[in-house]
């Protein structure tokens, strides 16, 4: 039996894009939340950016914790993720990851290219590139 049960609940827009989603655990006899995400959307209900936040249980204040954000093409294609931290002493996102993608003419994946976070130098590095080849049959 779990002993500590969790409870997920999504909260959606009009256009049926979900906006809210809110993270619990049963302690003490209630839900008590500890996570949400937020995200946001274009007028053509396209997502832009979702941010994850975590519960200071004692201040009961939310705190950022981290951030998607994408970028289309004119076809609807994600082009850009870029995933940030957020860093409390300096109260700014710094980026942990970025994709670059490409497609055909098709709509197809063709490239893939991945940069993270080197703490060393304190940048984005290429870690890897992907490339696709479709069969045209």
């Known amino acids: 039996k ?10 959606f827009d009009s256009h049926g894009n979900q906006i809210l989603t809110s993270y619990s655990n049963w302690n003490y ?6 996570a949400k995400d937020e995200s946001v959307y274009d007028g053509n209900n396209k997502l832009l950016s979702t941010v994850s936040y975590y519960l200071i249980s ?12 994408y970028t289309y ?9 870029i995933a940030s931290v957020w860093d409390k002493p300096t109260n700014t996102w710094i980026v942990k990851f970025r994709y ?4 055909d003419n098709n709509g ?3 490239s893939r290219v991945f940069y993270k976070w080197a703490e060393n130098t304190k940048d984005l590095t290429l870690s ?10």
């Open 100 to 103: 670059e993608l490409t497609y």
């Open 2 to 11: 779990d002993s500590n049960p969790a409870k997920e609940e999504h909260l």
């Open 58 to 69: 004692l201040a009961n204040t939310w705190d950022y914790f981290e951030k998607h954000e």
């Open 29 to 34: 006899n209630k839900w008590i939340n500890y």
């Open 73 to 81: 093409d004119n076809n609807n294609h994600v082009v850009l993720d």
């Open 108 to 110: 197809n994946e063709i």
């Open 128 to 137: 890897s590139k992907t490339e696709y080849v479709y069969n045209n049959q």
